[in-house]
């Protein structure tokens, strides 16, 4: 996974704010060890619902002004402290 990458795929002139997140793999669940993730996925349908995600952030669904918004993620097994999980959202100034 390449934050850079996803914070290209976003950027926007007319955008005030580029914000990202970026979900890593910790050492610990529930008081229990942990010292990897491992995801498996149906691809065709993983991606289709990470499209309709999107295009609901896109339609509003988490507020106005968002242009852009691109995620990623992992497959396989992810270490400790690696990412498994990226997204970016490039944005308006707010009103407010």
């Known amino acids: 996974l ?3 990458e996803l914070i290209k795929q976003v950027s926007d002139p007319s955008c005030g704010a580029v914000t990202t997140f970026s979900g890593t793999t910790r ?3 529930e008081g229990k060890k ?3 993730l491992e995801y498996e996925a149906y691809e ?3 991606l289709k619902e990470m499209d309709r995600i999107l295009q609901d952030v896109l339609d509003g669904k988490c507020g106005p002004g968002i242009r852009r918004v691109a995620c990623a993620h992992r497959l396989g097994v992810v270490p400790l402290a ?3 999980v990226l997204i970016a959202v490039a944005s308006e100034h ?3």
Do not use: I, Q, T
């Open 94 to 96: 707010r009103a407010e």
């Open 2 to 4: 390449s934050l850079d």
């Open 27 to 29: 050492d610990n669940f």
């Open 34 to 36: 942990v010292v990897h």
């Open 44 to 46: 065709p349908m993983a």
């Open 82 to 84: 690696e990412a498994s």
